[in-house]
């Protein structure tokens, strides 16, 4: 019997691999909201939840309303397609959306007079009603005068609306051609939501621990402005990651997995330092995965990512991290002064859709791949980034259905961050899925979030689950997104899209301020490699604060903004690591002026790993949890 007569009982059969490539910081509006309109209709008998027609908007704030030289008052600003600038270089919105939990409470509610801090109430009303999600213009303007320009000039209203209304529109299809034909070729998702209305960090904890263990804001020193330091939050986070993953329960079982990073730090002009991210993100649970000697077996980049598909090598289960650091195709929304104070060079955005286009077509032109992999493209949050659709969850005494995939993880041994109950799931992002078992222009309209991937995924692979959230999720399995056979019989059926053109870029990145979530990224890593025992930390912490009092200009800090700072800070700290590690022969130890000048190699941020986590257990918590 031939493939193509092939008819699988259960959906999960049709595919032996699976392939996620989390990107960063979109909502399903911002990226998606006009995949179906009048131009492109949604399929007979279907629904698709787009900003099409629906005559959306977000009111401005009296202060910043103006009104125009034809004497209309500009009050509010509407949903629209992004269609004055050049793509090529820019991906609004710029600069950077607020992101984390309090501003997020003022996207979703509108909060009078919103705070630009991470401290209580955090910007939630009292009482909590049901979201409006009015509130995106609001805190947009707020984040732009109170972080990201608070030392530039006060904009004039009318001057500033230009820069603000990008955060209420979307992209055109045509513009985000690959995303989109995916999503249109294939399956998209017009209700799958993040975990946790807030960051990075803790979204991509959920998508494969089921939990971010009581946090609800990325670990590391304070985000904004009068924000609350978070350096203990990074402790207790820490020692909180020793918590099972999918990557531990697949190890056990045999089943093997990698993850492949885009992830490249400049140190010049011409030369790259590998870094994957996600082994931090699980700090403890990774320590006993990392086989120095099987390195190579579960990490790789994404050049190794096309070979093996081309050999027909894929594990069972592959992850694939985009590039966070500049010039970074993750389609994180650019930060003011990454390459100066302006906007890209090329749109992140553009990268991104590069990345997208690499990935599809590495799986779908192998023989050996092409008819038994499922390609998952997905966004870790939102990102401050504007969506109409309220996310399920409770809210007071309010309720938005259906409520119960926002169950909360289980968390007795763990103190909720910012008082958040894990009672309400994040915003809307999107989700695209690929697999030749997929009708064309599918749309799955049932609500599911994060942890909807991993009971899926357990499912596929008989694993226990992990969380009480993820018992509550509904799988994809049942969904009507796959049938049970190939509705492209063969190879060069699989639709074929154009290459995104992008233009030569000789940039030195290593000169540029680090994209946002690579700031995140670093500022993690340095706090954790600084840490030493409780008497030292407070000796040194006090010196450090007298002698910024007697000398604020000259008052040192764990932030590092400029890319080759990052580089020159993981150069000492990977030399370190391997000196002080247990792996390392008594020749090399007798040889340490040497090896401490030697090159950092592909996967010398192993050891790093394991001296940051061996340091945290033996650090313990800086606070006391409950037990």
Not at 323 to 351: A, K, W
Request: net charge negative; proline share 10%.
């Amino acid at each position: 019997m031939s493939q193509s007569e092939r008819q699988f009982t259960n959906v999960l059969d049709t595919f032996d691999h699976v392939v996620v490539l989390m990107l960063e910081n979109r909502s399903f509006d911002s990226l998606l909201g006009y995949l179906y309109s009048q131009e492109y209709p949604v399929p007979p008998g279907r629904k698709f939840a787009g900003v099409d027609g629906q005559n959306l908007s977000n009111p401005i704030p009296p202060p910043w309303q103006f009104t125009r030289k034809n004497g209309t008052r500009v009050t509010e600003v509407p949903v629209g397609r992004i269609n004055d600038v050049d793509l090529v270089a820019n991906g609004p919105p710029f600069p950077d959306p607020g992101e984390d939990y309090p501003h997020v409470n003022t996207q979703l509610f509108n909060s009078n007079n919103p705070l630009p801090n991470n401290q209580p109430p955090y910007n939630l009303p009292s009482p909590v009603p049901k979201p409006r999600m009015n509130g995106f213009v609001s805190d947009y303007i707020q984040n732009y005068l109170n972080d990201e320009y608070s030392d530039m000039p006060i904009p004039s209203p009318e001057g500033f609306y230009d820069r603000y209304k990008y955060i209420m529109e979307s992209y055109d299809p045509a513009d985000v051609s690959v995303l989109s034909g995916l999503a249109r070729e294939f399956a998209v998702f017009d209700h799958w939501f993040c975990s946790v209305p807030s960051e990075t960090i803790c979204n991509r904890n959920f998508w494969h621990a089921g939990t971010s263990w009581g946090h609800v804001i990325n670990p590391g020193p304070k985000d904004d402005p009068g924000d609350e330091d978070n350096r203990a939050n990074t402790v207790s986070w820490a020692l909180d990651t020793a918590g099972e993953t999918l990557f531990s329960q697949l190890s056990r079982k045999n089943i093997a997995w990698k993850i492949y990073s885009d992830n490249k730090i400049p140190l010049s002009a011409t030369e790259n330092l590998s870094l994957p991210v996600t082994p931090f993100l699980h700090l403890l649970n990774f320590l006993s995965l990392l086989d120095v000697n099987h390195l190579a077996d579960v990490f790789s980049t994404v050049e190794g990512f096309k070979n093996d598909c081309a050999n027909g090598a894929l594990p069972a289960y592959s992850f694939i991290e985009p590039n966070f650091f500049n010039p970074h195709n993750d389609m994180h929304p650019s930060t003011p002064g990454e390459l100066g104070d302006g906007p890209q060079i090329i749109s992140p955005v553009l990268l991104g859709e590069v990345l997208v286009w690499k990935i599809y077509n590495a799986i779908f032109t192998s023989p050996a791949l092409w008819n038994n992999t499922l390609l998952i493209i997905t966004f870790d949050e939102h990102g401050g980034c504007y969506d109409h659709v309220c996310p399920p969850g409770h809210y007071g005494s309010h309720t938005v259905k259906p409520a119960g995939i926002a169950a909360p993880p289980d968390l007795p041994r763990y103190t909720n961050g910012d008082g958040f109950g894990f009672d309400r799931v994040g915003l809307r992002v999107p989700m695209i899925m690929v697999s030749p078992y997929i009708k064309k222009n599918t749309i799955i309209n049932e609500p599911m979030s994060h942890t909807s991937f991993l009971k899926t995924m357990h499912e596929k692979w008989g694993l226990p689950s992990l969380s009480s959230r993820e018992d509550a999720s509904p799988s994809f399995s049942v969904s009507g997104l796959l049938w049970p056979t190939l509705q492209r019989e063969q190879m060069s059926e699989m639709p074929v899209f154009a290459a995104p053109l992008v233009p030569p870029d000789h940039t030195d990145y290593s000169k540029a301020v680090m994209a946002a979530v690579a700031r995140e990224i670093m500022s993690l890593l340095a706090d954790l490699w600084r840490r030493e025992c409780p008497i030292v930390e407070a000796i040194t912490s006090l010196i450090a604060r007298l002698w910024c009092w007697a000398f604020p200009k000259y008052c040192p800090t764990n932030e590092m903004k400029i890319q080759g700072e990052a580089a020159a800070f993981l150069r000492r700290a990977i030399r370190s690591a391997k000196m002080r590690h247990p792996i390392m022969t008594i020749k090399r130890r007798l040889e340490r002026p040497a090896a401490a000048e030697g090159p950092v190699n592909a996967q010398d941020w192993a050891p790093l790993l394991r001296t940051i986590a061996e340091k945290a257990k033996r650090r313990g918590p800086r606070v006391t949890r409950p037990l």
